[in-house]
């Protein structure tokens, strides 16, 4: 059986999509705790599950400017997987936003950076970041970094996709899809993954669902 992970982002939208718009909240379902979804309708919200597909419960949070995860430890625990990922203080000096990744890896809750050098095509260069030692951080901690397949941000980029498949650095390709008719960026990740040298092995997300769980780390959450 084929593995299809879809990221937080995009899971049930048909549901979210009218709850979202009622409460002006734009994406992360976990994250809604505050836009009107209390945490027992958000389990209730994820109990979905069947004998052909799994619904993976998943969070990508915000990794604050002192490294720290902007959604408490109890909470995270309750997910299967978690996603950290800078969107704030983008300009950070690259010691400083090196520990500061380096700072939300140490948390066991967290299993994936998300876009990890930041870039947007045409709008904005990386983050200042010491590549190599993320890498070995990330190598260390047994976290994986994201591929994102987002046309604007293609983050990793194929040299640094290369650079992680030569550290033993596993990645994700995520769709970052916002809307559903996104999902089909997954291609872009694959193509982008390919460029870097990638095999399936090195993605998570090729694999089948419970050697795909045992990259994440749940057994350091109990
Ligand atoms: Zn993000």
Not at 62 to 72: Q, V
Not at 175 to 193: N, P, S, V, W, Y
Request: net charge positive; charged share 30%.
């Amino acid at each position: 059986m084929t593995t299809v992970i879809v990221y937080i982002k995009t899971n049930l939208l048909s549901i979210t999509e009218s709850r979202f718009a009622k409460n002006n909240c734009s994406s992360l379902p976990f994250a809604s705790l505050g836009c009107g979804m209390n945490e027992e309708e958000n389990a209730a919200f994820f109990a979905v599950k069947n004998n052909t597909f799994r619904i993976l419960k998943g969070a990508e949070t915000n990794i604050l400017n002192d490294g720290k995860i902007d959604i408490k430890d109890e909470a995270l625990k309750k997910l299967d997987y978690v996603i950290a990922g800078i969107h704030s203080s983008l300009k950070m000096e690259k010691s400083k936003m090196t520990e500061r990744i380096i700072r939300a890896m140490k948390n066991p809750n967290v299993d994936i950076i998300s876009h990890p050098t930041g870039r947007i095509l045409k709008a904005r260069d990386e983050y200042q970041i010491d590549f190599d030692k993320i890498l070995r951080a990330a190598k260390e901690y047994n976290v994986i970094l994201e591929i994102n397949a987002f046309p604007a941000r293609l983050d990793l980029n194929d040299q640094n996709i290369r650079r992680a498949k030569s550290a033993g650095v596993k990645m994700a390709i995520n769709t970052d899809a916002h809307k559903k008719d996104q999902l089909r960026f997954i291609e872009f990740g694959i193509a982008q993954a390919r460029r870097g040298w990638a095999e399936k092995e090195d993605i998570i997300n090729t694999q089948p669902l419970e050697k795909l769980l045992a990259e994440f780390r749940f057994a350091e959450r109990k």
